[in-house]
């Protein structure tokens, strides 16, 4: 493969007047990633337009009257413990969406530091780390999880809640990020470096980094959607922090109060709605990021 | 004669692990010896699995020999210290085949350039290294204006890989190993980077070994010449010889199915050699299987270097008559200055202390 | 007598669209093929050699368009097909090898495999005997041994994988071979051989071959015409004798002098400056900021493709 073609005549350093119009192009190509950023701008929107406008006190048992079906007063109507719905979901959107950011970002830091030590170093290290990962992959990872939140006494918390889905959100990221990172070493880019006496860490900070970003990044959102899949599902199972509204332990009250069969159905549409714009938001956000992150999806001259 | 950089009868076999049988040996029983005293340019030819790859990675200690020694300044790699080591990667640089690859495709070519400058502590300020750096692509005939501040595909390939000699000339090395460095540039950008590395060793003393498949190039930069064959030399010695004479039937071959840019017709010759076998571990001349003129002997042993004239060697029994040398001493039959070559070397070079 | 031409190419443009405008690949390009002809395209990257093949083979993908042009293969012109015809002349008419071909054999199946997917997709139906003779007899006019055909192509080498690659090319005896950078990646033993035995497999078809290529070299001693391409233009077409003799246009000039000889050491020559992006195209001659003798009209105007000397063409003012 030959590389002669000449210089493009602007120096990058400049503002480009077309970098606007470039945004705009580049929108129209990855069109799942701008469907993503507005799922998700959405639902940031609904959270502070509702913190500001709605009484978020509301959403604690016994503060309205209950069973009340969609109305003026109550737009999402009221559960049967006299929660206005509309209040609990501007409540606890945000906290299920702070569960699985928290749970993905340390699943994500903990597995990018292994990963890359690990396939940097190769070796004893890599062997260990590559185990240790491999057999929690075939640990059935929901029964761990009830496990551990089973076996806590106290009542959980929210944070406390992010930490139990972290422990094993590392797992798979360990493991994707170390492929990456395998071929990224072998390029010849890195022989440079290290012939021009760069050490193992500073290589793996600025060199390898900053090539998988958008990987990360990418890797980053998927785990975030895991974290918040595994925490709902501990919360419909009753195993969530019981005094909080988030989007989970909404579904154990549908769940316990048999909503479904008595036809309260303004109870499970909003929290199922709102879920589907979350997941929504996140998938098309990783498919959007994706494109990025791999030249070869790019659809390029 | 200073020894900067030398192999001792250096192996390198690949494979044979618990579970695989296949083994290959890349490179057998060589050695060279690369002087800074009379710096002169050698080629070191070889096609796909000549050894020629390994041979530089070996010698730049990116892989251990399996038998032999890779010594640095008399110091076996193995054994150097890390003071050693910073010396070493000072004094032996290399210009690699890919003008991409070798760019982080994250960073400005900059990046290149002030990583070896900030790491081996060679300015003690921004504005010193950024004379050094721009010193180094005026040398290699870049202008720092037309050159900093771009990313790397927004060069040129011959642009990219100038950048990557102002990078090696900026440790000011003693020697240089050049991995291919025009095979992947366009024909009409060769000439001026083969221009810029035959001025490194004119000007500057460097010594530089360059290894590639095309005898053309080699030709024209080298003073002498080793062509490899499956690990082992086939000829060595002055470039003239080998190439408008060559003796080892392998480089025979190479010559003449080398396509000449003529309107004469050279290929109209039939090779005369039958492909090359698959086959592992012959026990007699790696040639022999292909060779027209092989006999028996040929089968039995590998043929030792035969000196067949001043400034030459061929491992070939057809020369058996002739003197043979050992490994070690191929490196005598390299020409010190041929009378017939357009530009003359500069006198030793002598190490100062303020260079380090 | 002249034989009438196999293939003719009149005024081929092909542009790519990209965001930042109009990538002029390959701009009027006009030559013609005699039968039995060799000709050989030599351009360096950026050239447009490549989109040249590609486009005469109408395979040519968006956001690239064939804008304008014709391509006459034995009367019958190719831009009229429907698809489903030009699928149909692909390979029996007219065959492409293309560049990097020996790692695109389909690694999970065997030469014989390989062989027999074209035949069916052209609709040619064998019993199993008579794929195996005609498969046998294929490989052997490559120079292959015949168990070649019950091999996987991890187990050829790259020169055995190219023949292989050849063999698949011709095993509907086309008309016109189109050969992209046939051996980049082979040595230098075994691009003779490769070479030698496109040259005999098309002496046996009776064929025309079109080598599109970078290397001065390997076209001076296989082809008989060269074409020589800049910046998406044709700018000398001759046959080889004249063009290494006496190169009519400067940049073959520049070209060939640059080329490392084996005869004897000299200065290294090489062509000043960069060549141009196909996208933003110098006014006039696109050579005019490299070339020594630019004179005003090479500057404003586009030289002709004329007929300097018989059969030696040219696109130069300054002759």
New interface residues.
């Given amino acids: 493969m030959r590389h002669t073609t000449a210089p493009s005549k602007r120096s990058p350093g400049t503002a480009r007047p077309g970098a606007l119009a470039a945004v705009w192009r580049y929108m129209h190509r990855n069109v799942s990633l701008v469907v993503g950023i507005a799922l998700l701008s959405i639902l940031v929107l609904f959270v502070i337009i509702g913190h500001t406008f709605v009484d978020t006190n509301k959403s604690r048992a016994l503060s309205v009257p209950a069973l009340k079906p969609p109305s003026l007063e109550y737009p999402f109507g009221t559960d049967r413990q006299g929660r206005d719905l509309l209040a609990t979901m501007v409540a606890g959107t945000p906290l299920t969406l702070r569960i699985g950011f928290i749970a993905g970002f340390l699943g994500v830091g903990i597995g990018s530091i292994l990963a890359f030590t690990a396939a940097y170093y190769r070796g004893v290290v890599d062997t260990v780390i590559r185990g240790i990962a491999d057999i929690g992959l075939t640990v059935p990872g929901l029964m761990v999880l009830i496990i551990i939140a089973v076996s806590l006494k106290e009542g959980l918390t929210v944070d406390q809640m992010a930490v139990i889905v972290a422990s094993l959100a590392w797992l798979n990221p360990t493991r994707t990020i170390r492929a990456q990172v395998l071929s990224l070493r072998e390029r010849a880019f890195v022989e440079v470096a290290r012939l021009s006496g760069m050490s193992g860490p500073e290589i793996i900070l600025k060199e390898l980094m900053p090539n998988l970003l958008p990987y990360l990044g990418a890797t980053l959102v998927n785990a975030v959607s895991n974290a918040i899949l595994a925490s709902i599902g501990l919360e419909v199972l009753g195993l969530g922090p019981i005094d909080s509204p988030t989007l989970g332990m909404t579904l154990y009250w549908v769940n316990f109060n048999a909503a479904i069969i008595n036809g309260w159905w303004w109870w499970w549409t909003a929290p199922i709605v709102i879920i589907l714009i979350v997941f929504l938001g996140l998938f098309f956000l990783t498919v959007g990021l994706d494109e990025i992150a791999n030249p070869r999806l790019r659809r390029s001259v | 004669m200073t020894t900067v950089l030398e192999a001792r009868h250096i192996t390198k076999v690949f494979g044979g692990g618990l579970f695989d049988r296949n083994t290959t040996v890349a490179l057998e029983n060589f050695s060279i010896a690369i002087d800074s005293d009379r710096p002169s340019i050698t080629a070191v030819v070889g096609?796909?699995g000549s050894g020629k790859t390994t041979l530089a990675r070996l010698l730049?200690g990116?892989v251990t020999p399996t038998r032999g020694q890779v010594c640095y300044q008399g110091q076996d790699l193995r054994t150097m210290g890390s003071a050693a080591w910073?010396a070493f990667?000072r004094d032996v640089?290399?210009i690699?085949q890919?003008?991409?690859?070798?760019?982080?495709?994250?960073?400005?070519v900059d990046h290149?350039l002030t990583?070896?400058v900030a790491?081996?502590r060679l300015a003690s300020s921004r504005v010193q290294a950024r004379a050094l750096i721009e010193d180094a692509l005026m040398a290699v005939g870049l202008r720092s204006e037309?050159t900093l501040?771009?990313?790397p595909h927004?060069?040129?390939?011959?642009?990219?890989q100038r950048v990557m000699v102002a990078?090696a000339l900026l440790l000011k090395p003693r020697v240089i190993l050049a991995d291919e460095p025009v095979s992947?540039?366009?024909?009409?950008?060769?000439?001026?980077i083969?221009?810029c590395l035959?001025n490194m060793t004119v000007e500057r003393g460097i010594s530089i070994l360059y290894i590639t498949?095309?005898?053309?190039?080699a030709?024209?930069i080298s003073q002498n010449i080793v062509v490899l064959y499956r690990g082992s030399v086939a000829e060595a010695g002055d470039v003239e010889l080998v190439?408008k004479n060559p003796q080892h039937p392998y480089t025979r071959?190479?010559?003449s199915?080398?396509?000449?840019?003529?309107?004469e017709?050279?290929?109209t010759t039939?090779?005369v050699?039958g492909?090359?076998s698959?086959a592992v571990g012959t026990a007699g001349c790696r040639f022999a299987d292909r060779c027209p003129s092989a006999t028996s002997p040929c089968q039995q042993s590998p043929p030792p270097l035969f000196q067949t004239d001043r400034h030459r060697a061929a491992s070939c029994y057809l020369y058996q008559s002739a003197s043979a040398l050992s490994v070690e001493e191929m490196v005598k039959v390299f020409a010190e200055q041929a009378s017939?070559?357009?530009w003359v070397y500069p006198a030793a070079r002598p190490v100062m202390s303020e260079d380090r | 007598m002249t034989k009438p031409a196999i293939l003719q190419v009149r005024g081929l443009v092909v542009h790519y669209h990209t965001p930042l405008g109009a990538v002029k690949a390959a701009d009027n390009i006009t030559f013609s093929l005699k039968p039995e002809e060799r000709l050989g395209l030599v351009g360096e990257s950026g050239s447009g050699k490549s989109t040249m093949a590609l486009a005469i083979l109408r395979m040519i993908k968006p956001p690239g368009r064939i804008e304008a042009g014709e391509v006459w293969l034995d009367g019958i012109n190719v831009m009229t097909l429907s698809d489903e015809q030009m699928r149909q002349v692909r390979l029996a008419q007219i065959a492409m090898i293309p560049q990097g071909s020996m790692n695109s054999l389909n690694p999970v199946m065997r030469i014989r495999a390989q062989l027999a997917d074209v035949w069916r997709d052209h609709g040619v139906t064998l019993t199993k005997r008579e794929l195996g003779e005609r498969v046998s007899g294929l490989l052997q006019s490559v120079g292959l041994r015949p168990e070649v055909a019950d091999m996987y192509p991890h187990e050829l080498s790259g020169g055995m994988k190219q023949r292989a690659c050849i063999a698949i090319a011709i095993s509907l005896r086309p008309k016109v071979i189109i050969a992209d950078e046939p051996t980049s990646a082979l040595d230098v033993v075994v691009q003779k051989q490769v070479m030698q035995t496109l040259a005999r497999v098309q002496k046996d078809l009776g064929a025309s071959v079109i080598v599109v290529g970078h290397d001065m070299g390997l076209v001076a001693q296989f082809v008989d015409r060269v074409g020589i391409m800049y910046a998406g233009k044709l700018v000398e077409l001759s046959p080889v004798r004249e063009v290494f003799t006496t190169p009519l246009h400067p940049y073959t000039r520049m070209l060939i002098a640059s080329l490392p000889s084996l005869e004897q050491k000299g200065t290294f020559r090489g062509i000043p400056g960069l060549p141009p992006l196909l996208r933003d195209l110098p006014p006039g001659c696109a050579f005019h900021p490299r070339c020594p003798s630019a004179s005003d009209l090479c500057r404003n105007s586009v030289p002709l493709f004329i007929e300097a000397r018989p059969d030696c063409w040219v696109a130069c003012h300054r002759l």
């Fill in positions: 096609e796909s730049l990116l910073g990667r640089q290399v690699f890919d003008p991409y690859e070798v760019y982080n495709p994250f960073y400005r290149v990583t070896p790491k081996f037309e501040g771009r990313f927004q060069l040129s390939g011959g642009q990219r990078r992947m540039v366009d024909a009409s950008l060769r000439a001026t083969l221009a035959r498949h095309d005898l053309a190039t030709y024209q190439v071959l190479l010559i199915s080398i396509p000449v840019a003529s309107a017709r050279t290929w039939e090779t050699a492909p090359a698959q017939n070559h357009p």
